[in-house]
């Protein structure tokens, strides 16, 4: 059975910084896909980024990028240039791309403080 | 396009009643997943529908209960309320790519 596992339950950074979230995960299957996933407080769960195991380029949508480490079974989310808004609980997700099964495995969350 | 939305959005119920939650998915989306959300267990996957047709299901007990209608719309049951049962419940919809796209979700609270 795959699993996700995200380390930090709490992070902070100052406004304007960089920050990097960490995930790894455990699968002996080598096509899926990786999620990061953003939960305001009493928000509803938003898509940040995607990634398809098989394309090696890590993905980017503009102050979000992701460094996918397959080999290590890593995917981190790095947020730069961090603002208010981006406080929020992040969820890194899995999902096989062997079948049709589309159920998400979420790791456990890492909130996300930012300081003014 | 309009985006998933879910009634009703709070819920109070008392131990042993029954619950119904309803989801409507983004227009053309014919898959909807339900995820229960805890601060002990986090997100768990419930169950999955596909063309009105179960596809995948989640490791809970048979109190929770779904289906889809023709039109996509999704309702999911849960029979004989437990304390436990309290959760936030997340509908997601996709389509045939790979993104799930969450609703507002609907908070229970079961007395």
């Known amino acids: 059975a795959q699993t996700v596992t995200q380390s930090q339950p709490e992070m902070s950074v100052q406004e304007a910084e960089t920050v990097t979230l960490s995930c790894t995960y455990d699968t002996s299957e080598s096509d899926y896909y990786l999620f990061w996933y953003k939960q305001p407080p009493s928000r509803q769960m938003i898509l940040v980024i995607r990634q398809e195991a098989y394309k090696q380029q890590n993905a980017t949508e503009n102050r979000f990028s992701v460094n996918f480490q397959k080999a290590a079974k890593s995917f981190s989310l790095k947020i730069s240039d961090s603002q208010l808004g981006d406080a929020a609980m992040y969820f890194c997700a899995y999902r096989s791309a062997e079948d049709s099964n589309y159920q998400l495995i979420w790791g456990a969350g890492t909130k996300l403080i930012i300081k003014p | 396009k309009a985006g998933v939305t879910q009634t009703p959005r709070y819920l109070i119920k008392t131990r042993g009643q029954q619950v119904t939650l309803s989801c409507s998915p983004i227009s053309g989306h014919r898959s909807v997943s339900w995820y229960q959300q805890t601060p002990g267990q986090g997100l768990q996957f419930l169950f999955e529908y596909f063309s009105e047709t179960q596809r995948n299901k989640g490791n809970f007990p048979g109190r929770f209960s779904g289906r889809q209608f023709s039109n996509s719309r999704s309702e999911m049951n849960v029979s004989t309320l437990e304390l436990g049962d309290s959760a936030l419940y997340l509908c997601?919809?996709?389509?045939?790519?790979?993104?799930?796209?969450f609703g507002p979700g609907t908070r229970l609270t079961v007395t």
């Open positions: 997601a919809s996709s389509s045939h790519f790979n993104e799930q796209y």
